[in-house]
């Protein structure tokens, strides 16, 4: 019973590279979103996917696209990355809009 | 506003004591209350919450208080314990509505250090 995992765990990434980062859940959930967690912050919404199909932008969109690949596959890309992206992301699922929402570990990603 | 603001940034509590944190938000639309609480490495988990229809919800050592009026709730953790030394956030959010509406608002958090 595995919840949510995301892939990779670490990686450092050039200014400009490009990434995706992996998440698949096996709840049978069908709302999935990505979060970036940056010290004092909390934890702000990047997109979310209410269910297959469907993706929305959340508080902090800029320099990510999603794609809900499956019900079960929700992954997140930086085309260009840059330093100000280097944060922890987690991703989480949840039945529809009703919680509680089930997270990952998170990928920690470090842009120089 | 969407805001949840959540007191204080770190707190440090001898063990067996009481730790208290709390959340204040602006939305009167929000129906749900979750905590969630947070290891070095680990995401976050859902620790208790709840619903505006109710004052206070104990689960264990952990309880919320919920004064609807003021728009503030808190939690307090019962004889903490070194075990309890993590993060933890206050977060709402409008029950069953899709989209936008239904997504969590998170505060920024309070790191618990409990002190054996």
């Known amino acids: 019973n595995a919840g949510v995992t995301q892939t990779p765990k670490f990686q450092v990434l050039k200014t400009g590279q490009s990434m995706t980062l992996q998440c698949a859940q096996d709840m049978n959930h069908n709302s999935m979103y990505w979060y970036r967690q940056d010290p004092g912050m909390g934890l702000r919404l990047i997109y979310y996917s209410a269910s297959e199909g469907t993706t929305d932008k959340g508080e902090v969109p800029n320099g990510y696209n999603v794609s809900r690949l499956n019900k079960r596959e929700f992954s997140l890309r930086l085309e260009s990355a840059a330093p100000s992206q280097t944060s922890v992301y987690f991703c989480?699922?949840?039945?529809?809009?009703?919680?509680?929402?089930?997270f990952g570990d998170g990928t920690r990603l470090s842009i120089l | 506003q969407q805001q949840v603001k959540q007191s204080p940034q770190s707190l440090i509590v001898q063990k067996g004591g009481i730790s208290i944190i709390n959340c204040a938000y602006e939305n009167t639309a929000f129906d749900y209350f979750p905590w969630y609480q947070q290891f070095p490495g680990k995401g976050p988990a859902l620790l208790i919450a709840i619903r505006p229809d109710v004052s206070e919800k104990k689960e264990g050592r952990f309880t919320i208080s919920f004064n609807k009026s003021a728009k503030q709730f808190s939690l307090h953790i019962m004889d903490s314990q070194p075990g309890d030394s993590a993060t933890y956030f206050c977060?709402?959010?409008?029950?069953?509505?899709?989209?936008?509406?239904?997504?969590?608002?998170f505060g920024k958090g309070t790191k618990l250090s409990v002190k054996p």
């Open positions: 977060a709402a959010s409008r029950l069953g509505y899709g989209g936008s509406q239904g997504n969590l608002i």
């Open positions: 989480a699922s949840s039945t529809y809009n009703y919680q509680p929402q089930h």
